[in-house]
């Protein structure tokens, strides 16, 4: 099988590739294609992958092209890790929305927005030139922000597109370690939209677990959750929270954390794989070596600033593994091989959540099988987390109808209608700041 990856030099394509020499079986991935506008990074992590390959036997052959519609053809799947504009273009999110005293995360708020701005028409492009090159293929979107981003393909694609995020694996694994139970044979009732969705039960054997972790106000305090939202706030919602809600429920403290920050996550990791871009230039150079060293910094302050404004420490070791490679690999064998499975995927919605349209994508369980993904019935939402799930899908909405019709109106519009923005002056000064820092925006008009 054939699998192209989208931002293939990007530096975390070598954790897909290194769950893809772990897979022995039939019907695996026998070709990666790695896909990128940068030569440069293409060149550093191939030398990485050749490094990470070098004793495997049989390890999937690896090749590398700047030339999109060669990338795709013949693809089986196609997996999508892009970042328009780069991590430079997400510092600049961070910075035009922090100067206006709001939000500039990535896929939260105000730079949410504006990086969606960026990336639908390319994503849009992209899925148009699957479905008429490779119009068999899967695609599997990791691109943020992922649920607006698999939206918008999906409207060309269909259900062949699907969005994939570690967010909601990570949480599961948490609770269920600190049940001690085992994550595999865990159901995880979760449902919201990508980074934006609560685990309402685990259960186990039949059982559901999460009372008993809610009403035990020390083993509710002892994991990653616990410590960003609280104690008394996890059980008066009834819930876990995805991480990512942290910026919705302690927004105030996050922004002033945020501008107070030496620097804006954007600017850290730009610094950082500028310097490890830069290392691999060197013939010399251990690259798979670099590589580790570098990705173990990353994951280690990976939401720091959230976690300092909750006094809740260090990351645990355990949560630095990451697992969106492992989502990957899961989905991919089950719709190769038939090798049905459940996982948490971002989805077109076909009536799962009754507040939302059939078309809207959202993150829920799905069974998976050859013929793709499907959502799970799920229970209704509460009204304060259906509340927040519509007034974002809504906001959505209106970025892919900006990008479609090119109206800085209606860009305006997403931008004043988020939660999280609370002027419609602020909406505009951010358009014209945003549009001002980034050349992907001059379509706005």
Same mark, same amino acid.
């Given at each position: 099988?054939?699998?192209?990856?989208?931002?293939?030099?990007?530096?975390?394509?070598?954790?897909?590739?290194?769950?893809?020499?772990?897979?022995?079986?039939?019907?695996?991935?026998?070709?990666?294609?790695?896909?990128?506008?940068?030569?440069?990074?293409?060149?550093?992590?191939?030398?990485?992958?050749?490094?990470?390959?070098?004793?495997?036997?049989?390890?999937?052959?690896?090749?590398?092209?700047?030339?999109?519609?060669?990338?795709?053809?013949?693809?089986?799947?196609?997996?999508?890790?892009?970042?328009?504009?780069?991590?430079?273009?997400?510092?600049?999110?961070?910075?035009?929305?922090?100067?206006?005293?709001?939000?500039?995360? +990535? /896929? !939260?708020?105000?730079?949410?927005? %504006?990086?969606?701005? =960026?990336?639908?028409?390319? &994503?849009?492009?992209? @899925? *148009?030139?699957?479905?008429?090159?490779?119009?068999?293929?899967?695609?599997?979107?990791?691109?943020?922000?992922?649920?607006?981003?698999?939206?918008?393909?999906?409207?060309?694609?269909?259900?062949?597109?699907?969005?994939?995020?570690?967010?909601?694996?990570?949480?599961?694994?948490?609770?269920?370690?600190?049940?001690?139970?085992?994550?595999?044979?865990?159901?995880?009732?979760?449902?919201?939209?990508?980074?934006?969705?609560?685990?309402?039960?685990?259960?186990?054997?039949?059982?559901?677990?999460?009372?008993?972790?809610?009403?035990?106000?020390?083993?509710?305090?002892?994991?990653?959750?616990?410590?960003?939202?609280?104690?008394?706030?996890?059980?008066?919602?009834?819930?876990?929270?995805?991480?990512?809600?942290?910026?919705?429920?302690?927004?105030? +403290? /996050? !922004?002033?954390?945020?501008?107070? %920050?030496?620097?804006? =996550?954007?600017?850290?990791? &730009?610094?950082?794989? @500028? *310097?490890?871009?830069?290392?691999?230039?060197?013939?010399?150079?251990?690259?798979?070596?670099?590589?580790?060293?570098?990705?173990?910094?990353?994951?280690?302050?990976?939401?720091?600033?959230?976690?300092?404004?909750?006094?809740?420490?260090?990351?645990?070791?355990?949560?630095?593994?990451?697992?969106?490679?492992?989502?990957?690999?899961?989905?991919?064998?089950?719709?190769?091989?038939?090798?049905?499975?459940?996982?948490?995927?971002?989805?077109?919605?076909?009536?799962?959540?009754?507040?939302?349209?059939?078309?809207?994508?959202?993150?829920?369980?799905?069974?998976?099988?050859?013929?793709?993904?499907?959502?799970?019935?799920?229970?209704?939402?509460?009204?304060?987390?259906?509340?927040?799930?519509?007034?974002?899908?809504?906001?959505?909405?209106?970025?892919?109808?900006?990008?479609?019709?090119?109206?800085?109106?209606?860009?305006?519009?997403?931008?004043?209608?988020?939660?999280?923005?609370?002027?419609?002056?602020?909406?505009?000064?951010?358009?014209?700041?945003?549009?001002?820092?980034?050349?992907?925006?001059?379509?706005?008009?």
């Amino acid at each position: 099988m054939k699998l192209t990856i989208l931002g293939g030099g990007g530096f975390r394509v070598p954790l897909v590739y290194g769950a893809l020499l772990g897979d022995r079986a039939e019907g695996r991935v026998t070709h990666v294609v790695l896909h990128d506008l940068d030569p440069e990074r293409l060149s550093a992590v191939t030398r990485v992958l050749a490094e990470q390959a070098a004793k495997v036997p049989d390890a999937p052959e690896v090749s590398a092209t700047t030339d999109l519609d060669e990338a795709l053809r013949g693809a089986d799947f196609v997996f999508s890790a892009i970042r328009v504009g780069g991590l430079e273009g997400r510092a600049e999110d961070e910075r035009v929305a922090l100067a206006e005293g709001v939000l500039g995360q +990535e /896929t !939260v708020g105000a730079g949410g927005i %504006a990086y969606g701005l =960026r990336t639908v028409p390319v &994503a849009v492009d992209i @899925a *148009r030139r699957v479905a008429r090159l490779a119009p068999d293929a899967w695609v599997i979107n990791f691109t943020n922000p992922a649920g607006l981003v698999t939206e918008a393909m999906s409207r060309h694609l269909g259900d062949r597109v699907i969005g994939i995020c570690d967010s909601p694996v990570g949480l599961g694994r948490r609770i269920a370690r600190v049940l001690g139970a085992n994550p595999g044979e865990a159901w995880i009732d979760y449902v919201g939209l990508n980074h934006l969705g609560w685990v309402r039960g685990l259960r186990v054997a039949g059982r559901d677990e999460l009372p008993r972790l809610l009403a035990d106000p020390d083993l509710l305090g002892s994991f990653e959750e616990g410590k960003l939202f609280g104690v008394d706030w996890l059980r008066s919602l009834g819930a876990i929270p995805n991480e990512y809600l942290h910026y919705y429920y302690f927004n105030r +403290e /996050t !922004v002033r954390s945020y501008q107070q %920050a030496e620097k804006t =996550r954007g600017a850290f990791l &730009a610094d950082q794989q @500028a *310097r490890f871009y830069e290392e691999m230039k060197r013939p010399d150079a251990a690259a798979l070596t670099a590589w580790d060293r570098t990705r173990a910094e990353r994951e280690a302050t990976y939401m720091s600033e959230n976690r300092e404004t909750a006094g809740a420490g260090e990351r645990d070791a355990d949560d630095l593994s990451g697992g969106y490679e492992k989502v990957a690999l899961a989905l991919m064998r089950a719709i190769a091989r038939d090798e049905r499975t459940t996982l948490i995927l971002n989805v077109r919605n076909q009536g799962t959540l009754s507040v939302l349209d059939a078309d809207a994508v959202i993150e829920v369980p799905c069974l998976v099988d050859a013929n793709g993904a499907h959502p799970v019935a799920v229970a209704p939402l509460p009204d304060h987390a259906t509340g927040l799930v519509c007034s974002v899908k809504a906001v959505e909405r209106e970025v892919l109808a900006a990008a479609e019709s090119g109206s800085r109106t209606t860009a305006v519009k997403a931008f004043a209608l988020h939660p999280l923005v609370d002027s419609v002056n602020v909406a505009r000064r951010l358009v014209e700041g945003y549009t001002d820092v980034h050349p992907g925006l001059a379509y706005l008009k």
